[in-house]
């Protein structure tokens, strides 16, 4: 039978926590589009402003999601794993806010585009490792 010391340190492989975390990311994602969607098409909430309010949402979510179920590191200090997750949210609603605003403005792409395309990049290259090897390691 294993302690509570040993389940503590018990890491998931790469792929599990690979899987595992986009499936959270998802489920963030979605979180936070729903937010923003909703802010932006019936409150008339400027973008940029529904965008952020979406992301901290969907960060609420990733972070519970994470430290439970895709990382399993819930035994962790959670003091210490929501400082790191605050670092890594700052910039990640940053990029998705800029990133939004870049394409929207650049290239004249809609705003679910804008967040479609900024959420994958920031999601799979950003907050994952992120999340992994910063936050719940």
């Not at 389940?7 to 990311?25: A, M, W």
Request: charged share 15%; proline share 1%.
């Amino acid at each position: 039978m294993e302690t509570s010391k040993e389940i503590k340190t018990k890491r998931l492989p790469f792929r599990t926590t690979f899987i595992r975390s986009q499936i959270v990311s998802f489920t963030a994602t979605s979180v936070d589009f729903i937010f923003s969607i909703f802010l932006y098409h019936f409150f008339s909430v400027y973008y940029v402003t529904a965008t952020t309010i979406g992301s901290i949402c969907g960060a609420a979510t990733s972070f519970g999601l994470g430290r439970n179920w895709a990382f399993l590191n819930k035994y962790g200090k959670i003091r210490k794993q929501v400082f790191r997750f605050l670092i890594i949210s700052v910039f990640s609603i940053f990029a998705n806010t800029t990133g939004v605003f870049f394409f929207k403005e650049n290239f004249d792409i809609s705003f679910l585009v804008s967040r479609i395309i900024v959420a994958v990049l920031v999601g799979v290259f950003f907050n994952f490792f992120m999340n992994r090897y910063f936050v719940f390691r």
